[in-house]
């Protein structure tokens, strides 16, 4: 992930209990000018952020996403943060011209802060855009601009005049008409864009010349929009000088009818002022003579050649000043001064450059300034009466020495007694200036704090609103509070104090304003708890019954008194020794061992049972028997297993399973008399018995006859011995094919093959089907046809078979058919 680097300056600042700051805000909302980056006059380009009385977390993003890396800033109270974006420039600078684009910045925090942007601060072309946080946001502007010198065309790329616009919601659709030429349209022909939240859009000017900037151009929409004016590159009439001039602008509904513009340090008559009007038929007074009349959107410059100037107008109007030192110029959009100001400034001052400090104030407020907590920076003869004013407003302008602050470190200024207007000029008559306007376009001046938020009864309550010249103030409360002093102090509050404060604050010319501060104040409690627990809980720590008296503390930091009246009831204990046999169980256990379960008691309570058990085993025995038939074993006669239950000598079952086998008498069967063909053999099998003897003293269970004669065997078992005889004829059998057969697998008659063959020799069968398929062939007389063709069964049917053989060197040919039977 790509950083911002980022300069965080640590320094504390005094701010007292004052409330009306800079242009202070929680969200800001800016459009970057695209600036020539001709031998990088475009950069380093910083954002300047400073904090007040609160810490706050601030972050810094694109909400359309235009490349910019989100950054987070844990920004301590009373401090400032420098926030370098210049390896960023490409995306967040607005321009080409006549292009919607992502590069809208949002800074949001979690406390106020102030803002600006600034360009170029170690080099040529340095300027300060002061962020002015909700003040900025508006749906209704006009464009200020200077007409009296032309854009430099010494640089590439070439530096136009521009406003540049930035979307804070979805669907924002923005009409936009040029007062001159712009990229992609021309003067006085309406157009609209639609901007999504975070989206730009820069407006530049076709024409470098004084008379085709853009003053008077009209931008109106139907959500909230911020406006960034710029004028780059700006040649100072008369002189050799070029440098960018800007500010963001505010809406209509911010501008004024009274500013008072304090004189820089240009050379010359080149201290101008621009005065743009936003209604039809507005008279324009500087330092009580009227200068002249204009229409909405029309601009009048006039010189500033006094000290101070006082301008009057019959309707709103934009001022817009031209200022600096030497030829070195600098613009900024000023604050109306009616009702508007701060009580407090800061900055950073960024460079060693001169630094000037332009002041404005009431009279009457001359003696209460301080700069970073000195009082000698900014005198009471500083200060000279504003022309035209009847000597109610006093202007000064003060160089600020380098001692104050260090480069990089914060710069605040302070008046403890009322409203001033600062404006700041940095710079020298060789390189450049920027200047900026850092007091609040606003006039919140009711504010009401306390030091006590919550306190206890029978404390104190301290009010405070901030310190005034010529203001009134008036406080009501709960219980019938009532108060006209500025700080007023309540003693002894009881409960009934606690609630909201309302301060209402007259300041004359600029009407009441309210403020309200919330007060918590917490009484003694009492309080009485009940509780039972079981033996092992604990509550608050006591675990024995009782009565305790505790003294606590409130959230509030006040006592509160508790008496707990605790009883805690036994846990039951139960022992169980148990014996069983194998197969039954206690409490559903089975098997040997201890036991312990967690019951619920009837208190409640948990109850401890634990059980020793001991499992006996069963007895098992199996015994195996042969007995003859008609005797008996433990009283069975018949074949089987056969189990009994007994009881063993530890009291449980006995299992014992007899296996009884029942052997009868012998009977051995050698089948009838048979005849044997010649060449074949006989197999004699008289049963299954445990010895055998045949005729010849053989002993094998089966005799096979290859010869005629007489056979015998004698077959010996447990229950005795018997004899059996057989007679074997010879005979001269029929060499034959069968007419069927049925390969199924019992094993029977599976296959087709010659029947009755001994001592066959030249052996031949073939066989066919009956599409004249040959289907099976052999030589082996021993071997047959199983009913299959290349491994697959055929269909049953009629199949022919063909066969040649010798029978004693006899030749012998023969065919037929046969049927496969399934």
């Not at 001039?245 to 002022?273: A, N």
């Not at 008399?673 to 005729?695: F, H, K």
């Not at 009956?770 to 269909?795: A, C, E, H, N, S």
Request: with cysteine; aromatic share 10%; charged share 10%.
């Amino acid at each position: 992930m790509n950083w911002i680097r980022k300069t965080i300056l640590l320094t504390c600042f005094f701010i007292a209990t004052l409330s009306s700051f800079a242009q202070i805000d929680t969200e800001f909302w800016f459009a970057a000018p695209d600036i020539s980056s001709s031998t990088g006059l475009d950069r380093p380009a910083f954002l300047r952020i400073a904090s007040f009385k609160d810490a706050g977390t601030v972050t810094i993003s694109q909400p359309a996403g235009g490349g910019l890396p989100t950054q987070v800033i844990n920004l301590p109270a009373n401090s400032s943060a420098s926030i370098d974006l210049t390896a960023w420039l490409a995306a967040v600078e607005c321009g080409p011209g006549n292009t919607v684009q992502n590069k809208g910045i949002r800074i949001v925090s979690t406390a106020q802060i102030s803002v600006y942007y600034e360009v170029n601060h170690t080099s040529r072309n340095p300027e300060l855009f002061v962020l002015k946080g909700k003040n900025a946001l508006g749906n209704d502007f006009f464009i200020s601009s200077q007409n009296a010198g032309s854009n430099t065309t010494a640089h590439t790329p070439l530096p136009y005049s521009s406003f540049n616009i930035v979307a804070t919601e979805d669907n924002t659709n923005i009409t936009i008409t040029p007062a001159k030429n712009i990229v992609g349209h021309l003067a006085g022909v309406p157009f609209t864009i639609t901007l999504n939240r975070g989206q730009t859009y820069a407006a530049i000017a076709t024409s470098q010349a004084p008379a085709d900037h853009l003053e008077g151009s009209k931008v109106t929409s139907t959500k909230p929009v911020a406006i960034t004016l710029a004028d780059d590159l700006v040649i100072s009439p008369g002189y050799a000088c070029a440098d960018l001039i800007g500010d963001q602008t505010i809406p209509i509904s911010v501008t004024g009818t009274e500013y008072v513009v304090t004189k820089g340090y240009l050379i010359g008559t080149q201290e101008k002022i621009y005065i743009t009007a936003t209604a039809n038929g507005t008279t324009v007074s500087q330092d009580g003579i009227v200068v002249g009349t204009l229409n909405a959107g029309q601009t009048l410059q006039t010189n500033l050649s006094n000290a101070s100037s006082y301008i009057v107008a019959s309707n709103p109007v934009y001022v817009y000043q031209i200022s600096g030192i030497g030829c070195e110029l600098g613009g900024a959009i000023l604050p109306p001064i009616k009702c508007t100001g701060s009580l407090s400034v800061t900055y950073t001052r960024s460079s060693s450059r001169s630094n000037y400090l332009n002041v404005l104030i009431r009279a009457g407020g001359e003696s209460f300034f301080k700069v970073n907590g000195s009082n000698s920076v900014i005198k009471p003869t500083d200060f000279s009466p504003v022309p035209g004013t009847a000597n109610q407003w006093l202007s000064a302008s003060v160089l600020l020495s380098n001692s104050i602050s260090a480069i990089d470190s914060p710069v605040t200024i302070t008046n403890s007694r009322t409203f001033f207007h600062l404006g700041v000029l940095i710079g020298n008559d060789r390189e450049g200036t920027a200047f900026g306007f850092f007091s609040s376009f606003n006039n919140n001046y009711a504010n009401a704090s306390t030091t006590t938020p919550f306190i206890c009864d029978g404390g104190k309550v301290s009010l405070f609103a901030d310190t005034l010249l010529t203001a009134t103030y008036q406080w009501t409360g709960p219980n019938g509070f009532t108060s006209n002093q500025q700080n007023p102090v309540i003693n002894n509050a009881t409960t009934a104090s606690a609630g909201k404060y309302y301060l209402t604050v007259s300041l004359p010319g600029c009407g009441n304003q309210l403020d309200s501060v919330t007060i918590g104040i917490g009484g003694s409690k009492t309080s009485t708890v009940n509780r039972t627990i079981c033996e092992g809980d604990t509550v608050e720590g006591y675990t024995t019954s009782g009565t305790y008296i505790d003294t606590l503390n409130t959230a509030l930091g006040c006592d509160s008194i508790r008496t707990l009246n605790l009883i805690v009831l036994p846990k039951s204990v139960l022992t169980l020794t148990q014996t069983i046999c194998e197969g039954g169980s206690v409490f559903g256990y089975t098997q040997t061992g201890i036991y312990i379960d967690t019951l619920t008691a009837a208190n409640g309570c948990d109850s401890i049972r634990t059980i020793n058990l001991t499992v006996l085993p069963r007895s098992r025995s199996t015994l195996t028997e042969t007995i003859c038939q008609g005797q008996s074993y433990l009283g069975y006669s018949t074949a089987g297993i056969h189990v009994d239950t007994l009881v063993a000598a530890n009291g449980c079952d006995s299992i014992r399973t007899l296996i009884l086998n029942v052997d009868t008498q012998p009977l051995p069967n050698l089948g009838p008399n048979r005849e044997l063909c010649v060449g074949d053999t006989i197999q004699l099998y008289p049963g299954l018995y445990a010895s055998y003897l045949w005729q010849d003293n053989s002993t094998n269970d089966r005799f096979v006859v290859n010869q005629t004669g007489n056979y015998s065997v004698t077959v010996t078992n447990a229950c005795g011995s018997a004899s059996d005889a057989v007679t074997i004829r010879a005979v001269d059998c029929v060499i034959l094919f069968p007419n069927a057969f049925t390969p199924n697998g019992d094993g029977r008659n599976d296959y087709f093959k010659i029947l009755n063959a001994f001592n066959l020799t030249d052996y031949k069968l073939t066989i066919y089907n009956r599409w004249g398929q040959l289907v099976y062939t052999t030589t082996d007389f021993r071997q047959g046809w199983d009913g299959q063709l290349k491994g697959m069964p055929q269909d049953p049917g009629m199949f022919v078979y063909y066969s040649s053989y010798k029978k004693d060197n006899i030749p012998v040919t023969t065919k037929g058919s046969f049927i496969l039977i399934r």
